[in-house]
């Protein structure tokens, strides 16, 4: 089993910059392939970025391309968000995820909001 706890979601103008921080445990964290998604209200979840144990490769969305950067730190067991020049449809609730396999999420946090006022 693994437990997920998001933090650093908060209130953002437009351009600003958020930094998300997720904490893992109960697993060897090295192993797992690390998830963001976000939904936002009245949408389904959507993936937002992935980096991959081992090599540490990463994947976006499209729409985050080259203003996020999903990172992650295996000495601290956290994965990291950094969200730049934030527009208002970046505006949801931000879920960290982990798995075993690739595409496959078994676990997931709670959430935290992120909003970006215009």
């Known amino acids: 089993q693994v437990q997920l706890v998001e933090s650093g979601g908060g209130l953002v103008q437009v351009g600003g910059s958020l930094r998300l921080s997720c904490a893992a445990s109960g697993r060897t964290f090295s192993n797992l392939n690390m998830g963001w998604f976000r939904q936002a209200p009245g949408k389904e979840r959507e993936f937002v970025a992935a980096i991959i144990w081992g090599a540490g490769n990463t994947v976006y969305a499209d729409s985050v391309k080259g203003r996020f950067t999903i990172s992650r730190d295996n000495a601290k067991n956290t994965v990291y968000l950094q969200m730049n020049s934030l527009k208002p449809e970046d505006t949801a609730v931000y879920y960290c995820?982990?798995?075993?396999?690739?595409?496959?999420?078994?676990?997931w946090g709670q959430g935290t909001q992120v909003t970006v006022s215009s």
């Open positions: 995820a982990a798995g075993l396999k690739i595409a496959t999420w078994e676990y």
